[in-house]
């Protein structure tokens, strides 16, 4: 129920009185419990939201929308298995009045910024992720690249595959791989940068880093997929916009404003 908390915040709770085991205060850490038994924190607050790592959007009984910072893991790694963006929140949920599970519905690379969400439900976890499957979630992207283009618009379609060092690439085999799309606009040429928006058709693991480094416009600060130059200190890919059908309330759409740095470049 409460696993981000301490072995002295626990002790505190049963020298206090809190803890209850079929409606008997017990204030022994080695108090027997059987699998049918009753176990309560009285006077519990509500667990805070982890304001320090992620923004909150948008939170209601079926699913929970953020904003993720770049360098954040949506999920945990071999390397990295407490600082992410679903560890956070799933004790965020469990401590809630009403505790709840969360599900992993989608993710964002790690050194993407932008929106997310998870589902607080497995029915709600099941719905969105047909949609996703069936490509009806609208998912919009913002990017600064390097270098000009040399079509103000266009789609992007390539094959995708990854090589021995996890990197992805477009392929010409058409046994390998799987089909990646997306839709790009410029919003703003400069003249060694631009500004994109991108709409994606797919949703495949880098796949926009990936497409705009074959295009010849890596994006700004993507040393691993070709970019020469990281002003930021940080890859300048942004999710700005999410819209799906909500389990409940019809369709629902979320914005999040690239950051401001991106108009600077």
């Not at 809190?18 to 022994?28: A, G, H």
């Not at 919003?187 to 994109?196: D, G, I, K």
């Not at 994606?200 to 880098?206: C, E, P």
């Not at 020469?228 to 059908?245: G, K, N, Q």
Request: glycine residues 8%.
């Amino acid at each position: 129920m409460h696993p981000g908390s301490s072995r002295g915040t626990v002790k505190r709770w049963l020298a206090a009185g809190r803890v209850q085991v079929n409606d008997r205060i017990v204030r022994r850490g080695d108090v027997a419990v059987a699998e049918s038994d009753r176990v309560r924190l009285t006077g519990t607050p509500p667990a805070a939201f982890p304001s320090t790592l992620l923004r909150l959007v948008h939170e209601d009984e079926e699913i929970l929308v953020v904003d993720k910072p770049p360098g954040l893991l949506t999920i945990a790694t071999e390397r990295e298995r407490e600082r992410t963006a679903y560890r956070a929140l799933a004790r965020y949920v469990a401590g809630q009045r009403r505790p709840a599970r969360l599900f992993v519905v989608h993710r964002l690379d790690r050194e993407t910024s932008g929106l997310l969400v998870f589902a607080k439900s497995g029915g709600a976890k099941r719905f969105l992720q047909e949609q996703f499957a069936r490509r009806t979630v609208e998912r919009v992207y913002v990017a600064l690249v390097e270098g000009r283009l040399r079509e103000t618009s266009g789609i992007l379609r390539d094959r995708l595959t990854q090589d021995e060092n996890l990197r992805v690439r477009p392929t010409r085999d058409r046994g390998v791989g799987r089909d990646a799309i997306t839709a790009y606009r410029m919003l703003e040429q400069r003249p060694t940068s631009a500004l994109l928006e991108l709409r994606l058709g797919t949703g495949r693991r880098g796949q926009i880093r990936a497409q705009l480094a074959a295009l010849g416009n890596p994006i700004v600060g993507d040393l691993r997929y070709g970019s020469r130059r990281d002003p930021l200190r940080r890859v300048c890919l942004h999710a700005t916009r999410l819209s799906f059908a909500h389990p409940r309330q019809g369709r629902v759409s979320f914005e999040s404003p690239p950051p401001l740095a991106f108009h600077r470049r």
